[in-house]
């Protein structure tokens, strides 16, 4: 049972990346899955989440509008598109597995381990 997470690099600001998370060991479709990230001296903040079936998402206030969350669950996979990229958008970004389309932490029992993504100025 794991998720894992790719895709991050560096960008220039106003550049474009998308993120992956694959995940395995359980039923894709049984879960929402969510992105957070934790950027330096910060603590982990809310960036996206979709419910099992995509009929919901919710962003954080900072990525809405810029970020899209999407999943695919014929490849147990969920994507982030990061468009118009800011420097304080640079993080460690996490994937995450839980019940439910909601924007806190504890709602979700699996994590990846993270992918870094920078934006230079």
């Known amino acids: 049972v794991q998720l894992q997470a790719f895709g991050g690099g560096l960008v220039q600001a106003g550049g474009s990346l998308k993120l992956s998370c694959a995940a395995s060991?359980?039923?894709?479709?049984?879960?929402?899955m969510a992105w957070f990230r934790r950027a330096p001296g910060k603590e982990r903040e809310f960036v996206a989440v979709?419910?099992?079936?995509?009929?919901?998402?919710y962003y954080g206030d900072s990525v809405k509008g810029r970020f899209t969350i999407s999943r695919d669950n014929a490849k147990n996979t969920v994507y982030l598109q990061m468009d118009s990229l800011k420097p304080e958008d640079t993080a460690v970004y996490y994937c995450?597995?839980?019940?439910?389309?909601?924007?806190?932490?504890?709602?979700?029992?699996?994590w990846g381990q993270g992918t870094q993504v920078t934006v230079s100025s």
């Open positions: 995450a597995q839980g019940r439910a389309p909601r924007w806190t932490e504890d709602t979700f029992d699996l």
């Open positions: 060991g359980r039923t894709f479709n049984n879960y929402a």
């Open positions: 979709i419910s099992r079936g995509a009929d919901t998402r």
